[in-house]
């Protein structure tokens, strides 16, 4: 008995010490051994990094009140080949409604994610989603949404991973993106649907709202005059732009027809582009006014010197030919401006010689105008070591010098005020102001006076608004085609200051290739710019 | 002077108050920091749906269609400036 209970005893001992030197070892080897890996084991279930990208900004008008671009969530649908649970019927469904994800799923049976499509329709929504044999899941994504689909050559658009493709959205790309947050949890190990505690261990920034200078009511009353105009006229194309000469903020700039950002089968680069900016003309008779203040500016002419016009449509200077469009004697030099005459502005033209090229320069022809927009044209002013005889003739007129329209309004806007501008479409809370002054106050007085007896009496007396001060000039250029000048098209140009009570607004309408031959600008762009004058006050409330 | 004995339970009993009202503000923690990711939660959905009923006002605020319908079914026109006459401060007292 008692040699049973010892035996019995020391097998009961032998039996828990080695129980309990297997769970020594197995702390061992949990603690010791293995710690590395528990721990990191431990980690992965309990601690959890996530990257946060922030919404993008939207892009508001200088009202505050209008969105021109804001953010909405579009659904895309994908499948995880390699996880595939109902193959022939997710097969089958997509052969029917998605063949293009079809062939790709194909070519692609092994991989971990495919896109069936992205940016899927209400339609394509409500397929899948009623369909329940398959395995294609549905996910949102971010994008954008155009309210007013007129500014999409400014604002520009955003790719399907929504970052900045052109215009706007390009160029502020970084801050409307703003920079993504990263944090650490600590989860909640029953669901993963909580975290007991959220630590920020890279701080990102969110999406920056851009105010932009345009009116969204300005922009879209603009579109529709040139719109009408384009349609009236059965011309190419259209653009107008409103701008404050001082500040130089752009309140409306319409390039017409554009893309239509709801609608992506209307797309095409010619339409996305921001036009004003990035194409650049022979503008004709408009660059007169320019080739007038430097005659002013060199003290070679005085406004009411008399300019033997030779009363002729066609003369010759030097052996070259010059066209006018109508015949005019000896007329003071305010009157060679303000009817056009090309044979007048020619002569006076040649008493400035190779200064006209600084003069045009100093206008800020042939430079950037200092807008932060991509694909700026820089336009062209031919330097007087390449000029032929021809060359200061035709530089006189607005020919072998080409130029964007902003450009155009930039250096009417010096003409009109005598300091150089910089244009934006940012708004900014201070506008510096420039303090070299380009051009004599006593000249840029003239130079006004001589536009505003062009509205009055000369070539652009349907942008006349009774009641206010209006001070324009025309312009009508053929087009330069495979080398050719081409009579049969043409572009039209109207640039003009409107003035009351220190209230100043410069607009410049453009129309290009109208279908009708042998018209001028005053009867194309003239009454597209008397009519954005009139909307623009209108909407302004500047009321004589 | 207490009494050992009595000291101990003293001691052990602090103790055991000081464990529970430590598990008591954890709990409360936890339960506070549940309430707030609730709260966040239901932040993101609303704005959510607010990005999204923004984006349906502004294309219901269409300006062509609203141009279409006031030019169409109203039959508005547009006016012109020289149908905008400026009222002066002193007429309007003259007349009054």
Same mark, same amino acid.
Request: aromatic letters at 10%.
């Given at each position: ?16 010490? +080695? ?55 579009? =659904? ?12 022939? %019927? ?14 790709? !799923? ?7 994610? +495919? ?8 339609? %394509? ?81 969110? #999406? ?23 349609? *009236? ?55 007169? /006014? ?5 005659? !002013?500016?060199?003290?070679? /002419? ?45 002569? /006076? ?16 022809? #042939? ?47 010096? +003409? ?31 130079? *006004? ?17 009774? #009641?206010?001060? =209006? ?9 330069? =085609? ?16 409107? %003035? ?29 710019? %008397? ?14 | ?20 009202? $430590? ?27 607010? $990005?999204?009923?923004?984006?349906? @006002? ?28 400026? @009222? ?9």
């Amino acid at each position: 008995m008692t040699q049973n209970f010892k035996i019995r005893s020391t097998i009961i001992f032998l039996v828990f010490t +080695m129980f309990y030197l297997t769970i020594a070892a197995y702390f061992y080897t949990i603690q010791i051994t293995k710690h590395a890996f528990y721990t990191k084991l431990a980690q992965q279930q309990y601690h959890v990094s996530i990257t946060q990208t922030p919404a993008r900004g939207n892009i508001i008008d200088r009202t505050g009140n209008n969105y021109l671009a804001i953010n909405k969530d579009y =659904v895309s649908a994908f499948i995880l080949p390699s996880r595939m649970q109902h193959q022939a %019927e997710t097969d089958e469904f997509l052969q029917k409604h998605f063949p293009d994800a079809y062939r790709r !799923l194909q070519s692609n049976t092994h991989k971990h994610f +495919m896109f069936v499509k992205r940016r899927l329709s209400k339609e %394509e929504q409500n397929l899948i989603l009623a369909n329940k044999y398959h395995d294609i899941c549905l996910l949102t994504e971010p994008g954008r949404y155009y309210p007013l689909s007129c500014a999409t050559p400014i604002i520009g658009l955003t790719n399907i991973d929504n970052k900045g493709l052109f215009g706007l959205e390009l160029v502020y790309d970084h801050l409307l993106t703003g920079k993504p947050t990263t944090f650490h949890l600590e989860k909640d190990a029953r669901s993963g649907y909580y975290y007991f505690k959220k630590e920020t261990t890279v701080a990102g920034d969110s #999406g920056q709202t851009i105010q932009l200078t345009l009116d969204a009511n300005l922009q879209f009353l603009t579109q529709e005059a040139v719109r009408k105009t384009v349609e *009236k006229f059965n011309a190419q194309s259209g653009a107008a732009l409103i701008i404050h000469p001082r500040t130089g903020e752009i309140f409306a700039a319409v390039s017409y027809p554009y893309c239509d950002p709801q609608n992506k089968h209307t797309f095409s680069l010619d339409l996305c582009k921001n036009k004003i900016v990035t194409d650049a003309y022979e503008l004709g008779s408009v660059i007169k /006014v320019c080739a007038a203040l430097a005659a !002013l500016e060199e003290e070679v /002419v005085t406004p009411e010197e008399l300019i033997d016009c030779k009363d002729t449509l066609t003369t010759y200077i030097d052996g070259r030919k010059i066209n006018t469009v109508k015949a005019h004697g000896i007329i003071p030099f305010t009157d060679v401006i303000a009817y056009s005459n090309n044979i007048g502005i020619a002569i /006076v033209a040649k008493r400035i010689g190779t200064k006209l090229y600084d003069h045009y320069k100093k206008l800020g022809f #042939g430079s950037k105008t200092g807008i932060n927009f991509p694909g700026e044209n820089v336009g062209f002013v031919n330097p007087p070591e390449k000029w032929s005889k021809q060359s200061i003739i035709s530089l006189s007129y607005g020919y072998e010098i080409s130029a964007t329209l902003l450009q155009l309004a930039c250096a009417f806007c010096t +003409m009109v005020t005598g300091y150089k501008i910089t244009p934006t479409y940012i708004m900014h809370n201070r506008y510096d102001m420039p303090s070299e002054r380009l051009y004599s106050e006593k000249n840029i007085s003239l130079i *006004k006076n001589i536009l505003e007896r062009t509205t009055l009496y000369g070539t652009a007396k349907r942008a006349a608004i009774k #009641g206010y001060r =209006v001070m324009s000039k025309t312009g009508t250029a053929n087009l330069l =085609v495979n080398g050719h000048y081409d009579t049969t098209k043409n572009i039209y140009t109207c640039i003009g200051l409107v %003035e009351k009570d220190g209230y100043e607004r410069v607009v410049v309408t453009f129309i290009k290739e109208a279908e009708k031959h042998n018209i001028f600008a005053a009867t194309v762009a003239v009454p597209l710019f %008397e009519e954005i004058v009139e909307h623009t006050l209108i909407h302004d409330k500047i009321i004589s | 002077m207490i009494k050992k004995p009595s000291f101990i339970s003293f001691f052990i009993a602090v103790h055991i108050i000081l464990i529970f009202l $430590q598990v008591h503000k954890h709990t409360l923690f936890i339960k506070h920091n549940y309430t707030q990711q609730m709260y966040e939660k239901k932040i993101n959905a609303l704005q959510d749906k607010k $990005q999204q009923l923004t984006q349906e @006002l502004y294309a219901l605020k269409d300006r062509e269609a609203i141009k279409k319908f006031a030019h169409d079914t109203l039959q508005m026109r547009p006016y012109t400036l020289r149908q905008i006459t400026k @009222l002066s401060l002193n007429n309007h007292d003259t007349k009054l």
